[in-house]
């Protein structure tokens, strides 16, 4: 039987810190430390506290976001071995149920909407695995947690963590190994 894969967008496959970043000094004329992100919530990352709620509700915000390095090509590969889901808590943010599929339909025309799901709370999300960036998410996986690495949660100690789509890729490939083995 084929295994699933849960696959948050937002910091995950969707470099919103990247375009949160690049907005906030386009507007406010000031350069962001990336280190000063370290550990801190995207509310409370910039100078102006109301900065990224207000970018977030902005039409045209979750169209525009960079993909996240090695995405693409991560997910390529993941595909042809697991069946992929790409979850996403956007009820929270009414007006990026239309950016988010479409920005899915562009960089990921092999997913179909079958597989995208737009949600409130990820805990009714049965996969055997779900890379995220929130714990919210992960405390409540059924399968196996992978926390993939986001400013905001670098202090998280409780998930196994991956730095970039390179290391989900070895990850898997280790998972692989081991049912090889078993």
Known sequence: MIKSIAIDMDNVIADIETHLVNIYENEYKVKIDRAALLG????????????ARRFIHTPGFFRTVPLMPGALEALEILRKKYEIYIVSAATEFPLSLAEKHAWLAEYFPFISWKNMIFCGS????????????????????????????????????????????QEVLEYFEKEEQGEKGA
Not at 40 to 51: L, Y
Not at 125 to 138: A, E, R
Not at 142 to 151: E, N, R, T
């Open 122 to 165: 990820k805990a009714v999300i049965k996969t055997d695995y779900m890379i995220d960036d929130h714990c919210k998410n992960l405390d409540y996986c059924l399968g196996k947690p992978i926390l993939f690495h986001a400013s905001h949660n670098v202090n998280i100690k409780h998930h196994f963590r991956v730095n970039n789509w």
């Open 40 to 51: 801190v919530s995207e509310d409370e990352a910039f100078p102006d506290k109301t900065a």
